[in-house]
C-alpha cells in the first residue's frame, strides 16, 4: 500500500494546455498503482486544453468549478463531481469558460511498455 500525502505530489506539465497547474498525485512511483496514474488539475478562468486526442482512454473528474467540453460539435458543462470517459482517439476541446477556478482528478493509464526486442 502507498500512502502519499498532497505536499508530496509532483507538479507536471501536459502537452496542449494552458493556463493550468497539474499535480500528480499517485503514478510511476514504487508502491504505486500499476496501470493508471492519478493527476490533479486546477484551470484558471480561460484555462484549457486540446484540440487534441490520445491513444488511450482518460476519465475526467470535476471536483470544483465547471469544464466545457467539446467533441464532435457537441458543447457540454462539466460541473462538481461530474464526470466523463474520453474514448481512444477521441478529439477533444476543453476549456473553463468560468471566472472560478476549476479543479479536476484525471485518470490517465500508463504508457505501453516497448515490446521487448
Not at 460539435?73 to 476543453?94: F, K, N, Y
Not at 473553463?96 to 526486442?117: A, D
Given at each position: 500500500m502507498l500512502i502519499k500525502r498532497f505536499e508530496e505530489a509532483r507538479p507536471y506539465d501536459a502537452?496542449?494546455?494552458w493556463g493550468v497547474s497539474g499535480?500528480?498525485?499517485q503514478g510511476f512511483e514504487e508502491g504505486g498503482p500499476t496501470n493508471q496514474w492519478i493527476g490533479y488539475s486546477q484551470f484558471l478562468p480561460g484555462g484549457g486544453?486540446?484540440?487534441d486526442a490520445t491513444p488511450f482512454e482518460k476519465v475526467y473528474v470535476v471536483l470544483e468549478g465547471e469544464m466545457t467540453l467539446e467533441?464532435?460539435?457537441r458543447t457540454e458543462v462539466l460541473r462538481a463531481m461530474d464526470s466523463c470517459t474520453i474514448p481512444p482517439g477521441q478529439v477533444r476541446r476543453i476549456e473553463n469558460r468560468s471566472n472560478h477556478v476549476c479543479k479536476m482528478l484525471v485518470v490517465i493509464?500508463?504508457?505501453p511498455k516497448p515490446k521487448s526486442e
Amino acid at each position: 500500500m502507498l500512502i502519499k500525502r498532497f505536499e508530496e505530489a509532483r507538479p507536471y506539465d501536459a502537452p496542449h494546455h494552458w493556463g493550468v497547474s497539474g499535480l500528480r498525485l499517485q503514478g510511476f512511483e514504487e508502491g504505486g498503482p500499476t496501470n493508471q496514474w492519478i493527476g490533479y488539475s486546477q484551470f484558471l478562468p480561460g484555462g484549457g486544453a486540446g484540440p487534441d486526442a490520445t491513444p488511450f482512454e482518460k476519465v475526467y473528474v470535476v471536483l470544483e468549478g465547471e469544464m466545457t467540453l467539446e467533441w464532435d460539435g457537441r458543447t457540454e458543462v462539466l460541473r462538481a463531481m461530474d464526470s466523463c470517459t474520453i474514448p481512444p482517439g477521441q478529439v477533444r476541446r476543453i476549456e473553463n469558460r468560468s471566472n472560478h477556478v476549476c479543479k479536476m482528478l484525471v485518470v490517465i493509464p500508463y504508457p505501453p511498455k516497448p515490446k521487448s526486442e
